[in-house]
């Protein structure tokens, strides 16, 4: 019975086949879904912000970036910025700010960590997960 037959190859493909199959289908449910496992590993909040903005949008660099983020405490987090379509957005390490440039109305959005996670920013955290 050791003899090669071609309906035993063509099974032990479709078994091959299967279990791709389902383990691709599981995984593409779990990230589908993976939010609403754990939906108090995070907490958002937003706010109204109003910033005096330069009127030459070439004043807006580095330095006055970082003039910005002092007001918010958030100078040591920075990340960068850049301006699109009149708007100007800050990034920041778990902050956002969009200033409307010729406005200067935006909104600040924040996430933070709660729970059993660690809040702050001196951890080894990847994901909310404590090393």
Known sequence: MSSFEPRNLHRDIAYFYVG???SFSLSGIFLNHRKYWHPARYTYKSEQVNLELPKDIKKIDDKFIKTISK????????KGFRIEKEELKITYQDDRI???????????????LFGYFWIGNDCNCIDGYVD
């Open 71 to 78: 007001q918010f405490n958030l100078e040591d987090k920075l």
């Open 20 to 22: 791709l199959i389902i």
């Open 98 to 112: 969009e200033v409307n440039v010729n406005t200067g109305k935006g909104k600040k959005e924040s996430y933070l």
